[in-house]
């Protein structure tokens, strides 16, 4: 059992991997900073034009830039209240 | 002149305020005239950690609206004659807390120590950015954990930013990575991050591990430093820590899982 588990150990297959992976990521994106400075006021438009069509809170819409690789990503993340 | 030293973390409950107790203490006993001041504007705490809760009369707040004089302020420690604290004020809000403020309670207090230790708060607020703005150096307090690794990284880039130094363009402060509650059990299954993982991303000097230890609650229970515990294995890696911001090259301990021998570890027990 032991033995066993000494091997496992050096592979690195716990959660720690993960953790790293994921702070990878986030570190980089927390880095670029807040992206292009024309965000806020694209998150306003948009929160206007949705709410022609269906009422959401102020924070429902969130936008971002993600780098991947060399191309840039607009990500819109929009929640729909519960109706 | 004095160094300034601002003990810092992002992440609320790493250690901070253990940290800059063991390292204001080890500083008083290798006879450096240190003083250390809690920044936490409200939630005062530092004088818990070093015992001394009974005898705050004036906070650093009082010292910088002219309430009190810095000398009235100072707590001398019963234990190192070369310690005075400056607690943190418990009622009033974080406003009272001026940069212009700071800098003269700083400026008055270098004329006659060696090191002030400034303990900041949690947060990237100006709580956190008033205790780190006029330092000299940084000791940077992570847990080896996603989100305490991730502020970190956060407040180094504000160390590197929004400083004193940085803002007059001067040498930049030394930041150093102090990594906390660590427990090379867990890492060694794969469940915690290692040294090298952490390291890896936030890319600084590592001032010092310190493990995972009952002694650290002990310590605060009894309200004294836990660096004073020789018993302890938080304790020594403290005395390691304060040895090595003065600069002695010290080897990590306490960062590998207990030696069982070979035998021990092929066949568990
Ligand atoms: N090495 C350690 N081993 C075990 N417990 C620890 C260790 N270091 C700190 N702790 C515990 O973690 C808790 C938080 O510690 P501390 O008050 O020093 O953190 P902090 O960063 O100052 O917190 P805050 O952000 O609230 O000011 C305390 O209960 C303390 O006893
Ligand atoms: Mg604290």
Request: hydrophobic share 40%; glycine share 8%; aromatic share 4%.
């Amino acid at each position: 059992m032991a033995l066993l588990d000494f091997f496992k150990q050096n592979r690195k297959s716990g959660s720690a991997a993960k953790a790293k992976e994921r702070l990878q990521i986030l570190v980089a994106h927390d880095r670029a900073g807040p992206g292009p400075s024309y965000l806020p006021q694209l998150q306003r438009d948009l929160i206007k034009v949705i709410r022609k069509y269906v009422h959401v809170d102020q924070d429902a819409v969130n936008v971002r830039v993600e780098q991947e690789g060399n191309q840039e990503i607009l990500e819109l993340n929009i929640v729909l209240p519960d109706s | 002149m004095a160094r300034i030293i601002v003990v810092t973390s992002g992440k609320g409950g790493v250690g901070k305020t253990t940290t800059s107790a063991a390292l204001a203490t080890g500083l008083a006993a290798r006879g450096h005239r240190t003083a250390v001041i809690d920044f936490d504007v409200g939630l005062r705490n530092l004088d818990l950690v070093m015992g001394c809760e009974r005898r705050v009369v004036f906070d650093l707040v009082n010292v910088i609206q002219g309430e009190a004089g810095l000398r009235q302020a100072l707590i001398r420690d019963k234990r190192q004659p070369n310690l005075s604290i400056l607690a943190a004020s418990q009622t009033r809000d974080k406003d009272a807390l001026s940069l212009e403020g700071v800098g003269k309670v700083l400026d008055e207090l270098a004329e006659s120590h060696d090191y002030i230790v400034c303990d900041s708060p949690a947060g990237i607020e100006k709580g956190a950015t008033m205790a780190m703005y006029f330092a000299d150096d940084a000791i940077v307090v992570t847990n080896p954990e996603v989100s305490s690794v991730r502020d970190s990284d956060r407040m180094i880039g504000i160390l590197s930013s929004k400083s004193r130094r940085a803002e007059q363009n001067l040498e930049p402060i030394r930041e150093r990575l102090l990594i906390t509650r660590y427990s090379p059990e867990r890492v060694a299954k794969g469940e915690m991050l290692s040294i090298e993982d952490v390291q890896d991303i936030l890319a600084l000097d590592l001032i010092g591990v310190i493990p995972e230890s009952e002694s650290v609650l002990n310590a605060s229970n009894a309200g004294v430093p836990v660096i004073m515990d020789e018993a302890s294995n938080a304790g020594q890696a403290y005395q390691d820590m304060v040895d090595r911001y003065l600069g002695e090259e010290l080897p990590h301990r306490f960062t590998t899982v207990g030696k069982k021998g070979l035998f021990g570890r092929l066949f568990g027990g």
